[in-house]
Nanobody, 115 residues
Framework: QVQLVESGGGLVQAGGSLRLSCAAS????????MAWYRQGPGKERELVAL???????HYADSVKGRFTISRDNAKNTVYLQMNSLKPEDTAVYYC?????????WGQGTQVIVSS
């Protein structure tokens, strides 16, 4: 079965940086798109960034220019580099693999940005 395990979350000050990692197993990683979502307090889950199998990318307007999604197919890992963090970035961040017919989700990693 497909499993996604996130890591790298934590508490940082506004303006700081953090890098999230998502290790995938049980799938043909290199041919799948991967995505990061987040869900803040009292808010709906939203797409943050998406990377295709060919490494084309898409970002939410709220993070464009600050966040970078990347992948290392040799390590079956997708990353989210977060720079210039703002308090409104506080959320649980989830790794997502949109497989044919169903989505696979990681357990989530908490990011808290203090003012």
């Amino acid at each position: 079965q497909v499993q996604l395990v996130e890591s790298g979350g934590g508490l940082v000050q506004a303006g700081g940086s953090l890098r999230l990692s998502c290790a995938a197993s049980g799938m043909f990683f290199s041919i799948n798109a991967m995505a990061w979502y987040r869900q803040g307090p009292g808010k709906e889950r939203e797409l943050v960034a998406l990377i295709s199998s060919l490494s084309s990318t898409h970002y939410a307007d709220s993070v464009k220019g600050r966040f970078t999604i990347s992948r290392d197919n040799a390590k079956n890992t997708v990353y989210l580099q977060m720079n210039s963090l703002k308090p409104e970035d506080t959320a649980v961040y989830y790794c997502n693999a949109p497989l044919p017919g169903y989505d696979v989700w990681g357990q989530g990693t908490q990011v808290i940005v203090s003012s």
